[in-house]
C-alpha cells in the first residue's frame, strides 16, 4: 500500500472520529427499537429549522393518534347490535374526529433537536408514554362516568316527568367532558379505556330515554316585552333541539319568557342594557325551573339597531347559558 493511499485511509476515518452516529428515533426504521409502540406513541418530523421540526413531529402524531381513536371506535362497534347501529356508529366515529383532530396530548414530550447530515434537515421526535398518559387521564375519566352514573341513578328516582327530563338532559350535556377523555384514552390504551365503554352506553340510553320522554311531554312558551317575536321563537328551537315537545296550543308545562331593554338614548349613541328570564311551570302553576341573564350591552347610532343587535345578544345567552345552566343542571 503506498503512502498516499494509506494517508487517505487514515483521513477518511479520521473525519468520521466524533462525529455522533444518528438516534435510534431519528430513522423511521429503529424509531420502534427507541419508543417500542406498546409502551409509546411517537412520530418524527422535520425540517430546516428545529422548532418546525417539533411543530410537525406533533402534526404526525396527532393524525397517527387520530387514526388510533377510529380504528378503536370502529372495533368497538362491531360487538355492538341494535335496531340504530348504524346511526350511533356514523355518530361516535365523527364525534372522535372531531377530538381527535383538536387533541390537547397529555404527557407529550419531545427529544432534542438532531441535525441529520444527509438530509440537512433537523429532526425531533414526539411522543408520549402510555402509562404515564393513562395515569392522568384515568382519574379525570372515571370522575366523569362516576358524575354520569349518579345523574343516571337520580333521573330514575323521579317522578316528576319534567325534572326527570331535565335530569337526563343533564347527563347527555355532562357527555360533552366524558367523551374528550374516553376517546383519548382509547387512543393512549384501548385495553384500560374499555371498562369506560359501559358509560358511552349510559349515554346513548338516557338519550334514547330523553327523546322518548320528551315526546310525551308537551310545553308552550309565552313571551312578554319580545316585539319582534325573536326570543320566543330562539326559546322554542333550544327547548325542541333538547328534547322537548314544543307545541303551539296548550301544555302539560309553560316557558314564560321575560325580555327586558333598558334602553339610554344618549347624546350621540343609543345604549341598551338587555336582561331576560325564563320560568318554567306546570300548567296547575308549580314552579320547576328558572333563569334569569343580563345580557351584553349593545349600542347604535340610531335606536333601532341598537335594539336588534340587543335582541341578538339575549339569543345568544338563551343558545348558550340558558341550555347549560337551566337546563343542563
Not at 349600542?299 to 348558550?320: C, F, H, L, W
Request: hydrophobic share 35%.
Amino acid at each position: 500500500m503506498s503512502a498516499l493511499v494509506a494517508i487517505s485511509i487514515l483521513s477518511s476515518c479520521a473525519s468520521k472520529v466524533g462525529v455522533p452516529s444518528a438516534p435510534l428515533w431519528a430513522d423511521s426504521s429503529t424509531l420502534d427499537q427507541a419508543f417500542p409502540p406498546a409502551d409509546f406513541l411517537a412520530r418524527t418530523g422535520t425540517s430546516n429549522m428545529p422548532e418546525s421540526a417539533r411543530m410537525r413531529a406533533d402534526t404526525e402524531l396527532a393524525s397517527y393518534f387520530s387514526t388510533k381513536v377510529e380504528s378503536s371506535v370502529s372495533a368497538d362497534e362491531q360487538y355492538t347490535s341494535s335496531s340504530d347501529g348504524s346511526m350511533k356508529s356514523r355518530r361516535n366515529l365523527e364525534r372522535s374526529m372531531d377530538i381527535s383532530s383538536s387533541a390537547e396530548f397529555v404527557a407529550l414530550r419531545h427529544t432534542d433537536a438532531y441535525f441529520d447530515r444527509s438530509r440537512g434537515q433537523y429532526v425531533v421526535c414526539a411522543y408520549i408514554d402510555r402509562n404515564e398518559a393513562w395515569g392522568m387521564l384515568e382519574p379525570k375519566l372515571s370522575a366523569a362516568a362516576l358524575d354520569m352514573e349518579e345523574r343516571w341513578n337520580t333521573s330514575r328516582d323521579e317522578v316528576e316527568p319534567f325534572r326527570r327530563l331535565l335530569l337526563l338532559n343533564s347527563l347527555v350535556l355532562r357527555s360533552d367532558d366524558f367523551y374528550p377523555l374516553y376517546y383519548t384514552a382509547l387512543g393512549i390504551s384501548r385495553d384500560n379505556a374499555k371498562k369506560y365503554a359501559g358509560s358511552d352506553s349510559l349515554v346513548r340510553k338516557a338519550a334514547s330515554e330523553r327523546v322518548r320522554l320528551g315526546q310525551s311531554i308537551r310545553i308552550s312558551v309565552r313571551a312578554s316585552g319580545d316585539d319582534s317575536g325573536r326570543v320566543r321563537t330562539k326559546l322554542g328551537e333550544v327547548l325542541s333541539k333538547d328534547g322537548f315537545f314544543v307545541t303551539e296550543g296548550k301544555g302539560d308545562y309553560i316557558a314564560d319568557v321575560a325580555v327586558s331593554l333598558d334602553i339610554s338614548d344618549g347624546t350621540k349613541l343609543f345604549t341598551v342594557n338587555p336582561s331576560v328570564s325564563v320560568v318554567i311551570k306546570t300548567a296547575s302553576g308549580t314552579e320547576i325551573a328558572a333563569w334569569r341573564k343580563n345580557a351584553r350591552r349593545a349600542m347604535s347610532y340610531a335606536r333601532e339597531p341598537a335594539v336588534k343587535n340587543a335582541i341578538t345578544k339575549i339569543e345568544q345567552e338563551i343558545d348558550g347559558s340558558f341550555r347549560s345552566e337551566c337546563l343542563g343542571e
